[in-house]
Structures are given as C-alpha cells and as structure tokens.
C-alpha cells in the first residue's frame, strides 16, 4: 500500500478557491503541504491563500483557467516555478451547467472541458515525469454521479463518468510504475453547487450533506493508502454495487425518483 506524506510536498489544487477545493487546500497546507490554489476565481483564490498563512501554511494564488489547454500548460509552468517540483495534482475543478436534452451546445462544451479535458490536459504534463520519479499522485473530485447518475443532469452525469473513467484509465496504465490515482466520490456537499441544484438538493442530501471539510480531512486521510475510490459518504460503495450487479432493478429505482421529482414540480 502506497502512502503519500503531505509534508513539504508540492502539491497544486484546481477550483480552490471555493468549497470542497478550498477545504483541501485548507487541510493539505496544515499538514505541511507547500500548495498551488488555483482557481478562475482570482478572489477566491487570494481568500483561501489568505486563510492558509493566517494558520501558518505555505500557499501561492494562481488565477486562471484550469482547463483549457493554455490554462493548464501556464498553471503547471508556474506551479513548478513557484513548488520547484509537483508531487500530487488535485484535479478538483468542476462545473453543473444545463438540465434535460435542452442542455445548450455551450454547456455540454464547458462541462467536457472543464469535468475532463482539464485532467486529460494535465496528465500529459504530468505524468511522464512521475513516471521518470517513480512516484506521483494525481487526484480527481469525480463526484457519485460519476458512479451512479444525476437526476436532470445529463451533462454533469456524462462527464463525471468520464472523469471517472479517465481516472481508471490512468490507474491502469501507470499503477505499476509508481503513479498513484484517487476519485473523490461523495454525494451531498454543503456549497454552492448543492445550494443552486433546486429539488434535486433533497436527493443530493438523503445520506446527509457533509460540509467541504469533511470531505477534505478524509481525502487528505487517504493519502495514506492507494484505494482508487474516495467515498466520504460510505453509502454510495452499496449503491454502486447495487448498479452493476442489478442494473434494470436500479434504473427502475431512479426512473421512480425521476417521477416523484416531476410530481413535486406540477404541484408547487
């Protein structure tokens, strides 16, 4: 079992600058880790970083794209100027945008660019020196939709199976050769994302929303081991198992959901 001591590491953080990205800074920096907050929101950048040193830790803002090709090029250029070295990549960025088949071409766009291409896009740089290092640990936040599926949601549940699957991929390909990849799967998280999904908020939180900083400490904690699978909300691990081994018993289950949801919005 691989484990991975945060302490004088460098590692870089995407969308940190709000939520559960915040919250992993936040944790990776008290535990020694030197970190990159990275995040288009140049503000929430600066706010976390400020955090970060008022408790003593070492953190560098750096805003800006994390998901174009440019934007990740440029932020890992600096976060190697800035860390000398990246030994872990929290790929955390991530966005909800659009709902049912009239989801816009722009959304569904957005939604692979930023809830895939971003990690595709850093892997390349990555990678092959972790390989040279024989070590490396590269992070997703994939969400359960990634796992399961997101009632309404059809671009962020796509792409967050991909995201998933991108993971998968690296693990496979480059376990043996010291590169360590982990998915962060939880349901209900108390940010903004969960506060803009409307009813969908009472599903997301049926197994109790966690605040960011839970899911933080237990991410950060499984930098102990090499599971693949973050799960902060334990439930998901059986609903999964539920998917793959009675797949039309669990369509039905959600396809009720999906009913009991059209029910509440005729009726409001």
């Given amino acids: 079992m691989a484990a991975f001591d945060p302490e004088n590491r460098g590692v870089v953080v995407t969308g940190a600058g ?7 800074a936040r944790e990776l920096a008290a535990r020694g880790a030197r970190v990159v907050v990275s995040d288009i929101d140049a503000d929430g950048a600066a706010r976390t970083v400020a955090e970060i040193e008022s408790a003593g830790g070492t953190a560098f803002a750096v805003a800006g794209d994390a998901a174009s090709e440019e934007g990740v090029a440029a932020l890992v250029a600096t976060a190697r100027r800035e860390l000398g070295a990246i030994d872990a990549w929290y790929a955390n960025a991530g966005v909800d945008r659009g709902r049912g088949l009239d989801t816009p071409e722009s959304e569904w766009a957005l939604s692979i660019d930023v809830n895939v ?15 040279a290092a024989r070590g490396g640990r590269f992070v997703v936040t994939a969400s359960a939709a990634g796992l399961l599926t997101m009632i309404g949601a059809p671009a962020y549940s796509v792409t967050k199976h991909a995201a998933v699957a991108f993971a998968e991929w690296l693990s496979v390909t480059y376990r043996h050769q010291g590169v360590v990849v982990q998915a962060i799967c939880p349901q209900g998280v108390r940010t903004g994302m969960l506060e803009r999904s409307g009813e969908l908020e009472e599903l997301l ?17 499984a930098l102990g081991g090499d599971d693949f699978l973050i799960l902060p909300h334990p439930e998901v691990g059986g609903y999964y198992a539920a998917r793959a081994s009675a797949t039309d018993k669990w369509l039905h289950g959600m396809n009720k959901l999906q009913q009991r949801l059209e029910t509440k919005e005729t009726t409001r």
């Fill in 117 to 131: 291409m971003a990690h595709v896009r850093a892997a390349r740089l990555l990678v092959p020196e972790w390989v």
């Fill in 18 to 24: 709000n939520g559960i990205g915040a919250a992993l």
């Fill in 205 to 221: 939180s049926r197994d109790s929303a966690l605040e960011p900083a839970d899911v933080a400490t237990l991410a950060v904690d």
